[in-house]
């Protein structure tokens, strides 16, 4: 059943909230915002909670107790994130659009997202590493497919 079609992003439940995220750990970037033109830079250093290969929070049940500024994205605050990424399934479903087709939901499997080169697989490094952040701004969590 696409739930994602039927129902609104308020009247999901919280199963089938929690199952629309794909996993690609966009999210878990630092990001900076320029002061003066307020634009948005995404950096390839990752929240040192996410695990770079599986790209998923090691403690996502108690994240906020590690990372107190992880921000929990719900119904209520989606239209205010502005900062997530234009592949992201809450956002897309938010601007009425439908799941890509790399997505989990429709493929079955995380395979295809990493294979598109849509989650953070391979290319992030912990931001605990990081000396520079300026020094780690990137691109590639900008690009969206269909």
């Known amino acids: 059943m696409s739930f994602w079609k039927e129902k609104k992003l308020a009247e999901l439940t919280d199963e089938q ?30 929240c040192q909670l996410l695990d770079r290969q599986n790209c998923q929070c090691t403690h996502y049940g108690t994240r906020f107790i590690h990372v107190p500024q992880c921000t929990k994205v719900t119904a209520d605050n989606i239209s205010e994130l502005t900062w997530l990424p234009e592949s992201c399934a809450y956002k897309r479903l938010n601007e009425g659009r439908d799941l890509p087709s790399w997505h989990p939901l ?13 989650s953070v697989q391979g290319k992030v490094v912990c931001e605990s590493s990081v000396r520079d952040i300026e020094d780690h701004i990137v691109l590639w969590p900008l690009k969206d497919m269909d």
Do not use: Q, R
Not at 21 to 39: F, R, S, W, Y
């Open 17 to 46: 909230w929690e199952s629309l995220c794909d996993g690609c750990g966009k999210c878990c970037l630092n990001k900076l915002i320029d002061d003066e033109t307020e634009e948005l830079y995404y950096t390839n250093a990752a």
């Open 106 to 118: 429709i493929t079955g499997s995380d395979d295809a997202m990493h294979a598109a080169g849509m």
